[in-house]
């Protein structure tokens, strides 16, 4: 919807509308330099960009560290840990800034309804 859009209902709806076990699925999905037929069909092509491949490994990753700080109250972690996770989201943001626009707006949108078939 764009920066300008951000007070706006549907951005809010937009912001809430990720599923994040959804999200991993995908980003798990488009890792592979050759992606399966529902993900072909989909984006038009057999591979994503390298930028979007590592944005899909570090979000992937990012997931698993949330899953852990959110669901195992035993697990402890260190100022280490955080510093790793802030690296592993900077390398996030700047692979999926890296990325074509029209490619970025094919990965949100598959991120946010999936792919059929």
Request: proline share 3%; net charge positive; charged share 25%.
């Amino acid at each position: 919807m764009g920066r300008e859009h951000q007070q706006r209902p549907g951005a809010s709806i937009l912001y809430r509308g990720f599923s994040h076990s959804h999200m991993k699925t995908v980003c798990e999905a488009i890792q592979s330099a050759n992606l399966k037929q529902k993900y072909r069909t989909a984006l038009g092509t057999a591979s994503v960009s390298k930028g979007m491949r590592d944005f899909a490994t570090a979000f992937t990753r990012l997931q698993d560290h949330r899953i852990r700080a959110d669901y195992h109250p035993t697990v402890a972690f260190e100022p280490s840990d955080a510093i790793t996770v802030l690296d592993t989201a900077q390398v996030a943001i700047e692979a999926f800034d890296r990325a074509d626009p029209a490619e970025r707006a094919d990965i949100l949108a598959l991120l946010l309804v999936g792919a059929r078939g």
